[in-house]
Every structure is written in C-alpha cells, then in structure tokens.
C-alpha cells in the first residue's frame, strides 16, 4: 500500500480543529485514506451516497449525538449540505463539554467553492485539507521521470491497474462518470457528447491561455456556459487555472490564465492517447509534461507562495513564476530535454519579474548551473527542495 503524505497532517489537524474537511477529486483515495487512520479514538463510517447509511440521517442530530466519543467519518458531504448547521450544533455542544477537538472528519469531492454552505455555517470549526492523486515523491522512484506516473496518472486505480489496457478503461469510466453524473448533478443540462467535446477541447489546449468565447462558438454554447463548465470542473478537482502575473511592467502582457488538466492520465485518455509511445510522438507531447512538473510542483508547494505565469505579446514566457512570503521570485522554465539551453528571452523575463533565481527543470539528472542566478535541476530533486 502506497503510503500518502498528507496522512501525519491529517491526524494533527484532527488534534487541532474539531472537524477537518477532506477534499479532492473522485477516486483519489479519500475515504481509502480515512478509514485507514489511527486517529487514537474510535471511528464511526458513514457514506453519503449509500441509501441506508442516508437513512440512518433521517434525524441526524439524535443519530450524531449517540457518537460523542468517536471520530464521525461522513463521505460525499456535499450531499447533503443541509447537514451543516447539525454538526455546528453538535461541535458546539461537545466544546461546552471540553471535548475540543476530532469530531468530524467531512469528505468530499468539491472544492470550499462549491460546498460555500460549510464555509459559512462552520466558519472557525473547519479546516481544510486536499488529497490529490499519487505524486511522484509518494512513489519512492529513482532520480528519473516515473513513465508510468506521468502516462497513466495518479488516480489510484489507473496507476496501479495490471496492465495499460485496464488503465484505460478506468480513466474511460472515470470519464464517461462525470459527464453522465457528476456534472449533471450540478446542474448542467448539456448532453455527455457536448460535456465530452468540450473537455477533449480543453485537453488539445493543454496549458494554453483559453480563449473561452472561441471555445464557446464551437460548442454552440455561450461564452458564459462554457466559463461555467470550466469553473465546475475546477471545483471538481480536474482542472486547474494558473493565472498570469500581472504588474506594471512596461510591457504588453497576456492577462489570461493557462488551464492544465491536473491529471496527466486523464489528459491523455481525453486526447486518444493509448500509449507511450503515441503520447512520444504527439504535439501534445510537451505540454502533458509541462502540465504534469506544474500539478507535481502546486501539489508540494508550501503555504504562502503566489503562483502565477509571466508571458508577453511578443512571445517572452515563463511557464511558472513562484513568489514567497518574504518576496523572494522563483522564475521556472520546464524543458522536456537533457541538454537545456540559456535563453535571452528567459533572462529577459527574470529581469522584467526581478526574479532572484531561475530553474529550468529536466526530466533526470543531476542539478547543475547555467549561470550565476540560473540552475538546471530535475524534477524530483525540485520537489524533495520543497518537501
């Protein structure tokens, strides 16, 4: 069994706050990871989703109150968001009584956006944590790019499926899941084929500024429709915008953000990509991995960090620029190639940002300088960096 980062964080915030919210996307491994915890107290399970578990919460304070001395596991949370004010009156109720802290651990599959009702009902009782999909420095690989992280994903079931063609079946089923049920239950009246087109649309603009009005004529769909399909799917955990830096800097920049599919897997399904060696020989090809260093990177990033992409009219860009608390610029450029080259438009970019390193990041190999400010360095040694 793969063992996740995020469980040590997850047992300490339940030490701290009397409920914790466990977020990501479907089939990432959060109730896996819920019920294998060891959290010093029993643990009750409930899944949301389940006709009698949903039964069980026909009154559910009286049901809740019965479990004062347990962790109450609750999946699908989203569900039934009106079970809120119950658990703010149940937290409530068991702070008065001393119990402090691990009530409830809260699952879901949408983000506090989307589930605006917790933030607000349980406002200073809640913390939130995400799950995502295996990342690389989880799978113990060598110093190298993991070719089966990167081709089939991170969902669990993808990753670790006996062969390529069972792989693909998941992510297929994944796929046809959400277009057929999730997002409908969302609200979305759009047929599977139009909710399919403009996910394979988005996927062929992997790590583009997205042009949502010309996206929307080819759907025969509105621009508002279409930024509204787009924001569920990031609400869902699928897809992620990384906004444009945008200061005066006395030049014309692009201000649109660069949309990735967070799941390189799921990319490549959506594209008809089979295998490696088609995903090789793609245009695509640069791009998934671009996506899949950034998603890797923004999976381990510290709090307080701004994340952003610098790009000019004139074709000058940055794929990631990362900035600390302290004002410290990290500009990043992500190469897929062994032997990087120092650009005159990277070292201009980094004067524009007053950028105070550079990293081109590889696939392998050993960390080495292009310059002063300017480093070459895998992407696994990038992350254990930042770990």
Not at 25 to 41: C, E, F, H, I, Y
Not at 255 to 261: A, F, G, I, N
Not at 350 to 377: F, H, Q, W
């Amino acid at each position: 069994m793969i063992k996740r980062y995020l469980t040590s964080t997850l047992l300490k915030r339940l030490q701290q706050s009397p409920a914790v919210a466990l977020l990501g996307s479907r089939q990432v491994g959060k109730t896996t990871l819920a019920r294998g915890l060891n959290p010093g107290k029993p643990c009750h399970y409930l899944d949301l989703e389940r006709p009698l578990d949903l039964a069980k919460l026909a009154d559910p304070e009286l049901y809740l109150s019965g479990f004062g001395d347990h962790l109450v596991i609750l999946d699908e949370i989203q569900r039934i968001p009106n079970l809120f004010p119950v658990l703010r009156s149940l937290i409530d109720e068991r702070r008065r009584a001393g119990e402090k802290a691990g009530h409830f651990l809260l699952l879901g599959s949408a983000s506090p956006e989307l589930l605006r009702q917790s933030s607000e009902t349980l406002a200073g009782r809640l913390s939130y944590l995400e799950l995502s999909p295996f990342q690389l420095l989880e799978l113990h690989g060598s110093d190298g790019p993991n070719q089966t992280h990167w081709e089939r994903g991170g969902y669990p079931e993808s990753y670790l499926a006996p062969d390529e063609e069972s792989s693909i079946q998941w992510r297929e089923d994944f796929i046809t899941s959400h277009m057929e049920r999730h997002l409908p239950q969302l609200g979305v009246t759009a047929t599977p084929v139009t909710l399919r087109r403009f996910c394979t649309m988005l996927a062929h603009q992997q790590g583009a500024t997205i042009n949502l009005s010309k996206l929307a004529g080819s759907l025969g769909i509105d621009g508002k429709t279409a930024r509204r399909y787009l924001d569920l799917l990031e609400g869902l955990y699928l897809v992620r915008s990384v906004p444009p830096w945008t200061r005066n800097a006395g030049k014309r920049l692009v201000k649109s953000p660069k949309v990735y599919w967070r799941d390189s897997g799921i990319l490549h399904t959506l594209a008809g990509l089979s295998n490696l060696e088609q995903l090789l020989g793609h245009p695509l090809c640069g791009a998934s991995w671009e996506g899949y260093c950034i998603e890797q990177i923004l999976s381990n990033l510290p709090k307080g960090v701004t994340v952003s992409h610098y790009r000019t009219h004139a074709g000058a860009e940055v794929d990631l620029v990362l900035e600390k608390a302290d004002h410290e610029i990290l500009a990043e450029e992500i190469k897929r190639t062994l032997s990087p080259k120092l650009t005159p438009a990277l070292m201009e970019s980094m004067n524009t940002l007053k950028a105070d390193r550079g990293v081109i990041l590889i696939p392998r190999g050993e960390s080495y300088p292009l310059s002063k400010t300017v480093t070459a360095a895998s992407l696994q040694t990038f992350l254990e960096t930042l770990s």
